[in-house]
């Protein structure tokens, strides 16, 4: 344990773990996992799933082997004529039958120019001649197909062997009988020469493992309406074959030209997206990890699309985050000097009292000391209401809120708790609208109350104080009007900053932390609303100050900063 803490003792401040920086090995493993290798595999892959559904073109096939048995079922009765015509005996003692010595050639030279295989069978179903079976000086002699050369060079072959896995896996809708032949056939071994002995064509296909196709025709041999026998033609699929492999390498071929030009447009794609993301994760990630202004957020603005208001967006929320630094260390600053100068006098008094042995003055130091104490608890409560506001304006929930009902409720409370010689508060509202606005009642109710606390304190005792109200198209105007002095000239803007500390003559230092009309310019702006200060003017010398409040009207999407 101890080894453990000296290693990690070592280690640089920070470098043993932190929040958000991955590990290498992740970092690796993430690029496997990017949007251009995303965007890759689903246009590949789209692009897969169309190539294989041209490639299984079983429909195609089909049609091309009902055409071919077609064709041999012509082909199979011009031969079966010509059989019936020249090879069969007619006679009145032995009637009609095969003249094998006759037959044999005969369907052996058929069969060959047409690469044809021709059997014939009587009418018992005994095989009377193949165009296979030669009879020979040692006996008979069969011919047998043989595969064709394979041509080319390696490539070629590898095209070939790609080829077959590609037509090997691809799912096969039609499952064909295995074609078995025997030594000794005869007509009942095949469905179609037996259909043909009952005088109608017959056609059947069967597989041949790791050779393709059969295609078989049966037709009967007939002589005055008498079936005598049955021929039967039969040839494998190769021609068929030969077409759908050159269909389906014209396929592949214009696959492998759409599939570079698919890559090509992948990564084009991918660089507009993936690359831009990239970089504005890098600059958010370097700011996160603290390394200063000096880092700039890539400006993609100019893109106009999606990718441009996400860098607009962390750039504006980047800068607002830096204001939001500089508004805290502000802040900071502003509270330590504000509580500082309380806490010095209260040092300061209470030095003194251990050196004063009068009762009077020591009753002075501290009626003092109690000032300032009661000084710091407001400008603390003050402090903790301001430093808690973003964060309970963001959980809150607005609801409907009635301005008019609300400043009347105002009135009435000053008019019951003010004293008679104080100054009055006068409304005016307009009785032809309806004042609604979105938002929450009780911090709006907190800033009128603190816009009329200091027009009190700025009114003369005899003086008036006027709140008006009325709509102005898409937004609710609020003013508060006084008779005091009025605002200086130049600070219009500024009795809304922090402490700021204008007050009027004669009230006692410290009754106010200069926070109020800060915090009722957060709460306005959270509203979406807008707050500001201007004197009024009579006869070119100021008469009074106006605060001025625009909130938008219920169901509005305005904004209202800088109106």
């Not at 005969?106 to 120019?113: D, E, S, Y």
């Not at 069967?206 to 033609?233: E, F, H, I, N, T």
């Not at 200086?488 to 003559?505: C, H, M, N, T, W």
Request: neutral net charge.
């Amino acid at each position: 344990m101890l080894a453990r803490r000296k290693e990690r003792a070592r280690t640089p401040l920070g470098a043993e773990r932190l929040p958000g920086l991955l590990p290498p090995t992740r970092r690796r493993h993430r690029r496997f996992r990017s949007l251009t290798w995303r965007i890759l595999a689903l246009n590949v892959l789209a692009l897969a799933i169309l190539v294989g559904g041209l490639l299984y073109i079983d429909q195609y096939q089909r049609t091309l082997i009902e055409a071919e048995l077609d064709s041999l079922t012509v082909e199979a009765e011009i031969f079966a004529a010509a059989i019936g015509e020249a090879a069969v005996t007619s006679s009145p003692a032995e009637g009609q039958d095969f003249l094998s010595g006759l037959a044999r050639p005969m369907v052996r030279r058929l069969a060959g120019p047409a690469k044809l295989r021709a059997r014939l069978f009587a009418d018992n179903g005994d095989l009377v001649a193949d165009s296979r079976a030669l009879t020979g000086p040692g006996g008979t002699v069969r011919i047998e197909e043989l595969p064709p050369p394979q041509l080319g060079g390696s490539v070629s072959r590898l095209i070939a062997g790609v080829y077959e896995w590609v037509i090997e896996i691809l799912p096969r809708r039609q499952r064909y009988p295995y074609y078995r032949e025997k030594l000794q056939q005869r007509a009942s071994d095949y469905e179609e020469a037996l259909v043909a002995l009952t005088g109608k064509a017959g056609r059947a296909v069967r597989a041949v493992p790791d050779a393709g196709l059969v295609l078989s025709v049966a037709v009967p041999v007939q002589r005055y309406k008498q079936v005598l026998g049955v021929l039967m033609l039969s040839k494998s699929n190769a021609a068929i074959e030969e077409k759908l492999r050159e269909l389906r390498l014209d396929i592949l071929k214009v696959f492998a030209i759409v599939l570079v030009i698919t890559i090509g447009l992948s990564f084009y794609l991918a660089g507009t997206i993936a690359r831009p993301v990239k970089r504005l994760a890098d600059a958010a990630e370097r700011v996160r990890h603290g390394q200063g202004r000096k880092v700039a957020i890539p400006d993609f603005s100019h893109r106009g699309d999606e990718i441009g208001d996400l860098s607009e967006a962390l750039r504006d929320m980047t800068d607002a985050l830096w204001q939001r630094m500089d508004a805290m260390e502000k802040f900071a600053a502003d509270v330590a000097h504000e509580i500082k100068n309380p806490l010095t006098s209260v040092r300061s008094a209470i030095e003194t009292v251990a050196r004063v042995e009068e009762p009077e003055q020591q009753r002075r130091l501290m009626a003092i000391v109690l000032d300032d104490v009661d000084r710091l608890d407001r400008l603390i409560s003050d402090i903790s209401e301001a430093s808690r506001l973003d964060a309970e304006l963001s959980r809150a929930e607005t609801e409907t809120v009635d301005l008019g009902r609300m400043l009347e409720t105002l009135r009435d409370v000053h008019r019951a708790t003010s004293d008679e010689e104080g100054a009055r508060l006068e409304l005016r509202l307009s009785d032809q609208e309806k004042l609604q606005v979105s938002g929450i009642e009780g911090r709006l109710v907190q800033v009128f109350r603190n816009l009329v606390n200091n027009a009190i304190s700025f009114s003369p005792p005899d003086g008036t104080i006027t709140l008006g109200a009325w709509r102005e198209g898409s937004f609710v105007r609020i003013t508060v009007e006084d008779q005091g002095p009025g605002l200086i000239e130049g600070k219009l803007d500024a009795v809304f900053e922090r402490f700021y500390s204008e007050r009027p003559k004669g009230e006692k230092f410290g009754t106010h932390s200069g926070l109020g009309l800060s915090i009722s310019k957060q709460i306005i702006e959270a509203h979406g609303g807008n707050i500001w200060a201007e004197n009024i003017y009579d006869d070119g010398r100021i008469a009074g100050a106006r605060f001025s409040i625009a909130l938008p009207v219920e169901g509005e999407d305005t904004n209202m900063r800088g109106a």
